[in-house]
């Protein structure tokens, strides 16, 4: 028997209304409602096949994935275009671009209006975290991108499930995506958190259009959390388990490209033998005071949308084996026979391939062959070391926060907070280098405050105000560290090997959070002592290199302190009093 796909079958007034209105202004030929099952996916996939949006590969290699090109102007997210469309300008705060609501409806309903001609409308339902937890939310994107369709199907619990989440209220996300003409000019991600409602068009790229990504769990979330008690971050989450079977969770910023997925996937080396690793989630963390007075987290993502280049056996096993099957790969390198490549996967380089352009590539080539923020998506189901917590609508009990960004020279591999305010002033002024994943210039420092510059949805200020504030709401604060794996000596090498190695960084943070170990108090925080730190089997990495890594420079960090200066200005008129302070004893222990 089968039933016909794409049949509304929500009796939600609300839903069916607002689809019925957009469907007016978009004029799609038909209106298609995704149910999640897989006999959808198999039609669909095979409609985007056709349709040349997707590339079959080698399904003896690669069982069940699809390649993807995106258009060569439209690689990455694109903070230029990306807008918060609340009342006041001052809401949305000085580091994100404003415009008024009407304006931006006005200005984006002329652009939808009939751009689906002659397209399909697909009615994506989806849900960000668990069903059944008190953190999840409801969105609905409406979409005319088959490549959005089957991305949202593994980065999201999609269909049925989040329909009958909802029922009939009318209390969900409207998310409207229009590819138009894949035009930079005419490019625009606007949320409108008074109305719960993102509109997207011109991009068909990543965070642009996986509408519950970036512009639900994190911009529209960050302005809910903030109404709500909780706190909507750019974090991973994972679980560290003793050979004894104790198991302690820890949350984590980095900013894009800086190293999530990969900490939150580590495989600890050979001297932690019994340890494992398991992964809640790569890349959002939404949490909440528990009843029991820690602070829980869940992912509220079903899927991960990963960094290619770079991923080998080698930098991230888990990884590997999470993309071998179901898995879509965008913008990487097409091998002759159907499999995929990426600068940094293991073995040689191909003798020739087809570079994320489609152009011929050869390893004589000046460019690279996959593009620097080329992906996967992949259901997070096929990492072997998923948490099984990661289903757990209570979410984990969150032990530790960790701040990091990519600096080459200043900032220390790792060091602890005093205390919460201290740890909110460590986040609130982080940097980091910026990096492929969004549009522009590569490799320059920029304040990226809690990983979050280019997420946060409401004045960046207040945002700071909601972390202290949510202080007196957790009864037993996690302990907040600041690491950084990306410090270079002078030949510009890293210092620290990283990638599984961050093991023994995390051994110390967690060995804190239980009292275990000692540390000495430095301006900067508390700093671990040589005799808690384990360096033991780590080849090339001497007790005099940790001391090199641990180096605090005085020179570097006036520069540091004027350099935060620049952000605490631009915030001035509503920063909390704290962060002032907290520079000024900064300054004053230096
Ligand atoms: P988004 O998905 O953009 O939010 O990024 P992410 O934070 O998940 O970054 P990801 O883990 O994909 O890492 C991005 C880049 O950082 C890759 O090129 C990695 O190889 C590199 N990287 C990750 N961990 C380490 C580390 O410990 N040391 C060094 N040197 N590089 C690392
Ligand atoms: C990031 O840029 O932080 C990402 C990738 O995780 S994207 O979904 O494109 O935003
Ligand atoms: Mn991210």
């Known amino acids: 028997m089968t039933t016909e796909l794409g049949i509304c079958r929500t009796r939600n007034h609300a839903l069916i209304n607002w689809v019925d209105q957009m469907a007016e202004l978009c004029c799609p030929d038909r209106v298609f409602w995704c149910d999640g099952s897989l006999a959808e996916k198999d039609q669909l996939t095979e409609r ?36 918060i469309c609340c009342e006041s300008e001052e809401d949305a705060g000085p580091t994100n671009n404003w415009m008024p609501p009407a304006d931006a409806y006005q200005k984006l309903h002329n652009l939808c209006r009939g751009a689906m001609r002659g397209r399909v409308l697909y009615v994506v339902p989806y849900l960000m975290g668990p069903p059944g937890s008190p953190l999840t939310k409801v969105g609905v994107e409406l979409t005319d991108s088959l490549y959005v369709v089957l991305n949202m199907r593994i980065m999201t619990r999609m269909g049925e499930v989040a329909l009958s989440e909802l029922g ?60 709500e008690g909780w706190l909507a971050e750019h974090m991973l989450i994972l679980g560290v388990e003793s050979p004894g079977g104790e198991k302690t969770y820890v949350a984590a910023a980095f900013p894009s490209g800086c190293g999530k997925t990969n900490f939150a996937m580590m495989v600890p080396p050979e001297r932690f033998k019994g340890w494992k690793i398991w992964t809640v989630g790569d890349d959002i963390a939404w949490m909440k005071p528990g009843p029991d007075g820690r602070l829980y987290a869940i992912n509220p993502e079903n899927g991960y949308f990963g960094v290619a280049p770079g991923t080998s056996l080698q930098s991230n096993l888990n990884a590997m084996r999470t993309i071998t099957r179901d898995t ?51 259901p997070m189901r096929n990492n072997p070391m998923l948490a099984p917590e990661a289903d757990n609508p209570q979410g984990v009990p969150i032990s530790a926060i960790i701040f990091g960004g990519r600096r080459a020279t200043t900032l220390p591999l790792v060091c602890e907070a005093f205390n919460w305010i201290h740890g909110v002033y460590m986040g609130a002024t982080m940097g980091s280098e910026t990096t492929a994943a969004a549009a522009g210039a590569t490799g320059q420092v920029r304040r990226d405050p809690m990983a979050m510059l280019p997420f946060c949805g409401y004045n960046m200020a207040h945002y700071f105000r909601h972390w202290l504030n949510m202080r007196k ?113 900064l300054v004053a222990r230096l």
Not at 331 to 344: H, K, Q
Request: charged residues 25%.
């Open 168 to 227: 009939e209220r009318d209390s969900f996300n409207r998310g409207l995506h229009c590819l138009l003409d894949v035009h930079p000019d005419r490019r625009f991600i606007c949320h409108f958190p008074q109305d719960n409602t993102i509109i997207s068009v011109g991009s068909g790229y990543g965070g642009n259009v996986l509408l519950g990504k970036k512009c639900l769990a994190l911009r529209i979330g960050s302005c809910l959390g903030r109404k």
């Open 328 to 378: 879509l790969f965008t913008n990487v390198a097409l091998l002759p026979d159907g499999d995929v490549w990426w600068e940094g996967k293991d073995g040689r380089p191909p003798a020739e391939c087809l570079d994320w352009r489609g152009q011929r590539w050869t390893p004589e080539s000046k460019e690279k062959a996959a593009h620097p923020n080329s992906r996967f998506t992949a």
């Open 473 to 585: 709401r957790i009864k037993y604060p996690p302990r907040i560290f600041n690491v950084n794996w990306f410090r270079k000596d002078e030949q510009g090498r890293f210092l620290w090997p990283g990638f599984g190695e961050n093991m023994r960084v995390l051994k110390w943070i967690i060995d804190r959070c239980q009292g275990r170990v000692g540390a000495h108090e430095m301006p900067l925080g508390w700093f671990p002592r040589a005799q808690d730190f384990d360096l033991e089997g780590l080849k090339g990495f001497t007790a005099q290199d940790f001391e090199t890594i641990q180096n605090i420079n005085l020179e570097e960090w006036r520069r540091e302190a004027l350099s935060q200066d620049e952000l605490f200005i631009k915030l001035y008129s509503y920063l909390p009093k704290e962060m002032i302070f907290q520079r000024e004893l």
């Open 48 to 83: 985007a096949v056709q349709e040349g949006i997707l590339v079959r590969l080698n399904q003896e290699k690669l069982p069940g994935c699809y390649y993807h090109r995106s258009n060569p102007n439209d690689v990455a997210r694109v903070e230029q275009s990306t807008y």
